[in-house]
């Protein structure tokens, strides 16, 4: 199993940026994905989840700016952030829980700047 995460970057508060991950070595269209954040001294938290049937979850903090899409014939999983702030930087990882392992992406970092 193979989770590439990419997208991130620098970005003003107000800003936007487009996380993508792409997933190899599962039947990607029947798993949730989700992307994580995990910001310094912090642990890691859900951000937002993508069922199979593209059902959605979000944490509070981002619910409204944040929005989890997924395209099951490329395998990719996409997190697009708008009306970024400070509060959002960390580094976002992607993840896949596979025969009862977990999976991550290698982490893309995010830092907003006020």
């Known amino acids: 199993v193979q989770l590439q995460a990419s997208g991130g970057g620098l970005v003003q508060a107000g800003g936007s940026l487009r996380l993508s991950c792409k997933a190899s070595?599962?039947?990607?269209?029947?798993?949730?994905i989700g992307w994580y954040r995990q910001a310094p001294g912090n642990q890691r938290e859900l951000v937002a989840r993508?069922?199979?049937?593209?059902?959605?979850n979000y944490a509070d903090a981002v619910n409204g700016r944040f929005t989890i899409s997924r395209d099951n014939v490329r395998r990719w999983v996409y997190l697009e952030m708008s009306n970024l702030g400070p509060e959002d930087t960390a580094v976002y990882y992607c993840?896949?829980?596979?025969?009862?392992?977990?999976?991550w992406g290698q982490g893309t970092q995010v830092t907003v700047s006020s």
């Open positions: 993508i069922t199979s049937d593209h059902s959605t």
């Open positions: 070595g599962i039947n990607f269209s029947i798993m949730p």
């Open positions: 993840h896949v829980n596979f025969r009862s392992s977990d999976y």
